[in-house]
């Protein structure tokens, strides 16, 4: 897979992650996986489809998603509620919609689904015959990886 | 030396929200994401708005402008959403009542259907991520 496809999503992660979050945030070191991987607990994926093809999955555990959540919410939420559901995939789509928005001007037409929330215990991802890209982000909040799987069509 | 009249009182300042006679702008927020809808809710309410109501698709947001017209004077309008989109539903207001203050929320990557929306009568947008000053400053624009 081609780094320049993953690019366009750390950089938005990073303009929103600082301007909904506010957080003290660190870029960790990206990495190849062409097996499964563990899913952390709530994992937010969004879909590609047209010249790349794949998906883009914002994963992070529990406690990282309630307190990104609460963070956006302005107020300390409990429990991964339905509001806490609707705002991670808030973050999620406004993530994508600037990292899409970069890819359309490097020439590249794909239409995107709305984002879908997995949670759970013990899950994990595989792609078949497609290698994921991850990149740990590092916030106040804790870990959050984006994993991007995409290739061309 | 200076007296209490010397300060200016930040609690005097009237809020946004309020129309010059004193009653409070009336808003309907359209958005299929609960957490936009909190988010806007807030904002306007901290300014002396009134949230009259909320619809989570275009259909609901048409039929609740519909059933509480003429009190109404501002909809916020998601551009996605299911059911009915935003920019038919704001067609299908203005259709209705050519007067309708709307003002679309969109993601960032929909100037297509942000500059369709302009010119069907939308009179304004925002362009998510939503902050306080952002959302403000739109819509007293549209209102004043």
Partial sequence: MRVEYINPFVEAAFNILKEVVDSDIKRGELYLKSTSQPVLGVAAIVGLAGDVEGRVLFDMSEVTALAIAGQMNG??????DDLAKA?????????????????????FTFDLTPPAIFTGENMEITDAGVEALIVPIEL??????INVAVRER | MKNKQDFPNINERKPEGQKPDGSKYRVLVVDDSMFVTKQ???ILTSEGFDVIGTASDGQDGLDKYKEQYP???????????????????????IE??????????????????????LLIGAKNYIVKPLDRAKVLERILMSIR
């Fill in chain 1, 87 to 107: 705002t991670i995939t808030e973050l999620a789509n406004m993530i994508t919609a600037q990292a899409v928005t970069k890819l359309h001007e490097l020439g």
């Fill in chain 1, 75 to 80: 107020e300390e939420l409990s429990s991964f």
């Fill in chain 2, 40 to 42: 806007i809710s807030q």
């Fill in chain 2, 71 to 93: 009190n109404v004077d501002l909809v916020t309008m998601d551009i996605t959403m299911p059911r009915m989109d935003g920019v038919t539903a704001l067609e299908k207001i």
């Fill in chain 1, 140 to 145: 106040s909040q804790g870990r959050m990886e």
């Fill in chain 2, 96 to 117: 209705f009542d050519k007067d309708a203050k709307v003002i679309m929320i969109s993601a960032l990557g929909k100037q297509d259907l942000v500059k369709k929306s």
